[in-house]
């Protein structure tokens, strides 16, 4: 099983696809070390997100608790801050830790609203790498306003010997979102296709079924249903800030327990637990984050492989490309069947100032009642 820490829904960056900076959370409310201690160990990949994680000041802290708990330990961070990761990567450095980059300089720095927020990345990345960093990247969310440096930001990666990670447009409640659409879904597809060629002539497996992970954007990109079956709940669980544990990070009504007040084991073999799992079975929001996406590719059989369908494709396809052959994707996707879109544009902060709104304990933390994705 997978699991999200959200330490903390502060966060400096003002991103126009995500609005958990509008609503941070009250510190002194915030998931404490001493509940985190009460997770099990086991897990295969543990990430501590945010907000903004490098906010908690108790930040190594918490790393030191989980990183006994998982195969890997991932630190998802904006990266303007890398100097609070320094002293972590000394003591762990083979702690997985993503910069979220959204393009060039000035395509970033807009849609995160970030003042140079490009620059300190790029050499935060540098001085993790240093410092001796060996599981470094970026964090790629395509959106029709980068889509088109997709590219760009990879061939930049490669040339910093670091890796890049890609999701796109969600709606869900810890993102205070339900109107992130596309306005130009099919070009928006295409964009990825270049991507994933690029991906598949490296001698790099991972990267081969991240190539796999990208076509699967591709799909939610034009409004198809998954590739697979999602497995929320069993493979993939999410702690927020207020200890309050899901079985989803997308739909709020899939709450199973409170780590605070109920030791692990209780949550997860509740009646709560088996309820949700069922509406898990039922559900039709069509998502395609890393998180459940990664875990659904996933062998039930040997959990460190993939499903055959997955293999089938990378294999397939990368003795096409490395015999110097295109990949067709119109072979694997529909490209005509593209779900209409509203235009609901998204703003960039950049030099905004918006009067945030507190959320506290007692608060209804997730505020629209339904969150869809097509």
Do not use: Q
């Given at each position: 099983?997978?699991?999200?820490?959200?330490?903390?829904?502060?966060?400096n960056s003002k991103c126009q696809m995500c609005y958990v900076w509008k609503h941070p959370s009250d510190p002194k409310e915030e998931v404490s070390i001493k509940t985190l201690e009460k997770l099990p160990g086991?897990?295969?990949n543990v990430n501590v997100s945010g907000g903004e994680p490098t906010l908690r000041n108790d930040l190594p802290e918490i790393i030191d608790v989980l990183?006994?708990?998982g195969r890997i330990i991932e630190i998802s961070s904006n990266g303007l801050s890398a100097d609070k990761i320094v002293p972590i990567i000394k003591k762990y450095s083979n702690i997985k830790v993503r910069f979220s980059l959204e393009g060039d300089e000035i395509t970033n720095n807009a849609i995160r609203g970030e003042k140079d927020g490009y620059n300190k990345k790029v050499r935060g990345l540098q001085l993790l790498k240093e410092a001796g960093g060996s599981d470094l990247g970026f964090a790629f969310v395509i959106q029709d306003e980068n889509a088109d440096q997709l590219v760009k930001v990879y061939e930049l990666t490669q040339k910093l010997g670091v890796e890049l990670a890609t999701s796109?447009?969600?709606?869900?409640?810890q993102f205070h979102k339900n109107d992130n659409y596309f306005y130009e879904r099919l070009s928006v597809a295409r964009n990825v296709e270049g991507l994933i060629t690029k991906m598949l002539q490296t001698y790099s497996i991972k990267n081969w079924f991240r190539a796999y992970l990208n076509l699967g954007l591709i799909q939610k990109i034009l409004g198809h249903d998954r590739l697979i079956k999602?497995?929320?709940g069993s493979d993939f669980m999410f702690v927020d800030p207020w200890s309050d544990v899901f079985a989803c990070n997308v739909r709020k009504d899939l709450l199973v327990g409170n780590l605070e007040k109920q030791l692990w084991e209780e949550i997860i073999n509740s009646e709560e637990m088996k309820g949700k799992l069922s509406e898990i079975e039922k559900c039709t929001q069509n998502c395609w984050m890393v998180t459940t996406a990664r875990t659904a590719m996933r062998s039930k059989i040997i959990h460190s492989f993939p499903k055959l369908g997955p293999f089938i494709w990378v294999l397939k396809n990368k003795v096409k490309v490395s015999l110097g052959n295109k990949v067709h994707f119109d072979n694997d996707i529909d490209y005509n069947d593209v779900k209409p879109t509203p235009y609901i544009k998204r703003d960039s902060y950049l030099d905004k100032t918006i009067k945030k709104d507190l959320q506290k304990k007692d608060d209804p933390h997730y505020i629209a009642e339904s969150y869809l994705n097509e």
């Open positions: 099983m997978d699991l999200t820490v959200i330490s903390t829904y502060r966060c086991g897990f295969d990183y006994p708990k796109t447009l969600h709606n869900a409640w999602c497995t929320a």
